[in-house]
């Protein structure tokens, strides 16, 4: 492979690991500030009364190490990386889930409110765009007290229906992808495009809903992800979600820094994607 392929992999492996760097070590310092938290006795250190830089860079240094060789740490009793190693999967199935739902629905919409702009129409959007405002502890209440999904039933559907529809998600997709698409049909090559006769919706497909989608993407990841902790912790379902509330009732900092490496690794991977993917497609950022 030539250094020019080496290039972005080399790049791209740094920026990962620095962020991760900066993420793990801002958790672990307040961690190792927070009173009570008992941190050195619960990471396997000497137990001591007094705290300082040195101890927390130590403590750190000692953590980074033994995550690179794959120790995690415990959490009763279970190595953490086998406890995200089967919990991870559960969580990425709700988020990839309700992305995929959140993002075909509003797309959707998106077309349904440009092709057929009339009264039922404007209705139909507005009632979803009203659904889409409950919050997720009203739609989870309202699911239990229907009896359709209850605690300790493991993954179902309606839980995917919840996380599509709870915190605004689902509008704040169909807004930016129809502002994209407003966008892009008012760009001068998009103008000059058609009027040589290319297809309105094959060029808008093309740039902006992708780059639409994939911007929507990366700003509601962090929403989807708060959300199913929430959902997970409601209905008992093993995910991170459940391991983050967990780990706070137990006061394992093993856990909540698996948990911290896990979500992030997520977050960082959908960005860098998000931006390769619009420096492909966007005309401007291309050349």
């Avoid at 791209?12 to 801002?26: P, Q, V, Y």
């Avoid at 497909?205 to 962090?222: C, F, H, K, P, V």
């Avoid at 911290?260 to 005309?283: K, M, Q, S, Y």
Wanted: overall charge positive; some cysteine; charged content about 15%.
């Amino acid at each position: 492979m030539s250094s020019k392929a080496w290039k972005p992999i080399a790049r791209f492996g740094g920026s990962l690991l620095l962020k991760l760097l900066g993420i793990t070590l801002f958790v672990y310092v307040v961690l190792y500030v927070t009173p009570g938290s008992n941190l050195e006795e619960m990471q396997r250190h000497r137990a001591v009364k007094e705290r300082s830089v040195g101890k927390l860079v130590s403590g750190y240094l000692d953590w980074a190490g033994g995550a690179v060789r794959g120790n995690l740490g415990t959490c009763e009793g279970t190595p953490v990386v086998e406890r995200l190693g089967s919990h991870v999967p559960r969580t990425l199935k709700l988020v990839g889930g309700s992305l995929v739902l959140s993002l075909a629905l509003a797309l959707g919409m998106t077309v349904i409110s440009l092709h057929a702009n009339n009264l039922l129409t404007k209705n139909l959007v507005s009632l979803l765009n009203l659904i889409s405002g409950l919050h997720i502890i009203v739609l989870s209440f309202a699911m239990i007290i229907l009896g359709w999904v209850q605690p300790n039933a493991g993954f179902s559907p309606w839980l995917l229906v919840i996380l599509t529809f709870g915190n605004g998600t689902l509008v704040d997709y169909y807004s930016v992808i129809r502002t994209q698409i407003s966008q892009a049909l008012h760009q001068d090559y998009a103008i000059a495009a058609m009027s040589r006769g290319a297809s309105q919706l094959r060029h808008a497909t093309l740039y902006e809903i992708t780059l639409g989608l994939m911007d929507a993407t990366n700003s509601r990841i962090q929403t989807l992800v708060g959300g199913t902790i929430i959902v997970e912790w409601v209905f008992s379902y093993l995910g991170l979600g459940y391991d983050i509330i967990k780990a706070i009732e137990l006061r394992n900092v093993d856990l909540i820094m698996g948990v911290t490496v896990a979500v992030a690794l997520l977050l960082i991977f959908l960005g860098e994607l998000t931006d390769t993917v619009r420096n492909r497609l966007d005309p401007k950022l291309s050349r």
